[in-house]
């Protein structure tokens, strides 16, 4: 099986369309199956109550997978006009970042500010995408 990596790191933009998608997906499953188990355990933080049905499963995995897709075809726009990067590490570390964020923000809405749960969802992205490039 041929690699799609050469010696840095740059990777194809079907690549970078198919981690959006793999995050996306997952991101927006997670997501839908705990709210659904919040509102079963009655842990409500939104100021706003919002009933939700198991429709949020499948509706919140299609909102991730676009808005994932969506910030794929920006980075693979924006990766012309910077220089050389290790690219699988930079996309995977933004998908990690916004992956925790959403998943943050569905356990601690109302408890942190967005700009905390950006800060640490950044710096769990940054551990954890480091880790990943460190063992390929």
């Known amino acids: 099986m041929k690699s799609t990596l050469n010696t840095h790191n740059k990777i194809r933009p079907t690549d970078v369309f198919l981690l959006a ?9 997670i997501e839908g199956i705990g ?3 919040f509102q079963e355990l009655g ?11 198991s429709q949020i499963v499948w ?3 299609i909102y ?3 808005l994932f897709i ?9 990766r012309r006009f910077l220089g050389r990067f290790d690219e699988l590490q930079a996309v995977t570390t933004v998908f990690i970042c ?7 923000s569905l356990v601690a809405e109302g408890r942190l500010r967005h700009y ?6 950044l710096g769990l992205a940054l551990a954890l995408g480091r880790g990943c490039a460190d063992t390929k």
């Open 98 to 104: 916004l992956t925790a964020f959403d998943w943050l």
């Open 35 to 37: 709210l659904l188990a």
């Open 116 to 121: 905390a749960l950006f800060t640490v969802s």
């Open 43 to 53: 842990w409500q933080h939104s100021k706003l109550y919002i009933q939700v049905t």
């Open 59 to 61: 509706l919140s995995a």
């Open 21 to 29: 998608a793999w995050f996306g997906l997952i991101c927006g499953v």
């Open 64 to 66: 991730d997978f676009v």
């Open 70 to 78: 969506g910030i794929a075809a920006m980075l693979v726009l924006l």
